[in-house]
């Protein structure tokens, strides 16, 4: 769940079946006047245009979809005695479209798609500022996933990595600290191979900042880094003793940096 704040309107969105759900009853709460947010969306939700919307929608995106009761709703739009609720319509229609949760966050939710076409019909110059708003929130989702992939990448390929220091660097019997200080000893020679230092000495350095060198690694390094750690867990395989591996994993690091830094499309991807 996640807030955007349209002009004074705090606004909810959720994810929902692997989508982006907006909240109905807090777009309908921006609407000026003393009418409660549930009716104003049941009497939106009760027009025939907006019923053939939503329907089209659901009859596009869900294959269970009940087709006949829509119909019937659509028959019954445009009478004085028509009702219709948001309950009701995912009841009958076995709707994904439009949703409605109880608790505390709950209200009536609606796929974007819906949503802004909701909003439309209260105000639509909040429309615009709310697909202003929801679109900042893509793309701050979107850098931090990139984000996400790179460090997880290095973590996927670390775990590689000590699996194959467990298999063939750890002598049996070892000590619990034993074990760290030989994984440490491993780390440090990625680290002095690639940044030039070890963990420790970095951080007598950068007192003041907190996590480790590789949280504040480039986008050029976390890949040579990734690199590094797959070729390691090779040449440990291999048992090629570790002053030799940690010259060999300077020079390519050396290597790969300069391929890297002059590379156009890790430029592009440390700008997302």
């Known amino acids: 769940m996640k807030k955007l704040k349209v002009l004074t309107q705090d606004i909810t969105t959720v994810k929902y079946k692997e989508g982006d759900y907006i909240s109905l009853t807090d777009i ?56 219709l609720s948001p309950g009701k319509w995912c009841e009958a229609t076995n709707s994904i479209g439009i949703v409605v949760k109880a608790g505390r966050y709950g209200g009536t939710y609606a796929h974007k798609d819906i949503a802004f076409e909701f909003a439309s019909a209260i105000n639509p110059i909040f429309k615009l500022y709310l697909i202003k708003e929801f679109q900042r929130l893509k793309e701050i989702e979107h850098k931090q996933l990139g984000w996400d992939i790179k460090r997880n990448l290095t973590k996927i390929n670390y775990r590689i990595h000590t699996d194959a220091i467990k298999e063939n660097l750890i002598p049996e019997e070892l000590t619990s600290t ?76 050396r290597n790969q940096m300069k391929i890297l830094i002059q590379n156009k499309n890790t430029q592009k991807l440390e700008n997302k």
């Open 28 to 83: 309908a709460n921006s609407k000026d006047g003393e009418q409660r947010a549930a009716d104003i969306i049941k009497n939106w939700i009760r027009n025939r245009s907006t019923l053939e919307f939503i329907g089209t929608w659901e009859l596009l995106y869900n294959p269970d979809f009940k087709v006949v009761e829509f119909d019937h709703f659509k028959m019954q739009a445009g009478l004085p005695s028509f009702v």
């Open 178 to 253: 034993q074990v760290q200080f030989v994984y440490a000893s491993e780390a440090d020679i990625l680290n002095v191979a690639l940044f030039g230092q070890t963990a420790k000495q970095w951080k007598a350095s950068n007192q003041e900042l907190a996590g480790n060198m590789r949280d504040y690694a480039d986008v050029n390094q976390l890949v040579c880094l990734a690199n590094l750690e797959s070729l390691n867990a090779h040449f440990i395989s291999e048992q090629v003793p570790s002053n030799e591996r940690i010259l060999k994993l300077n020079s390519i690091a």
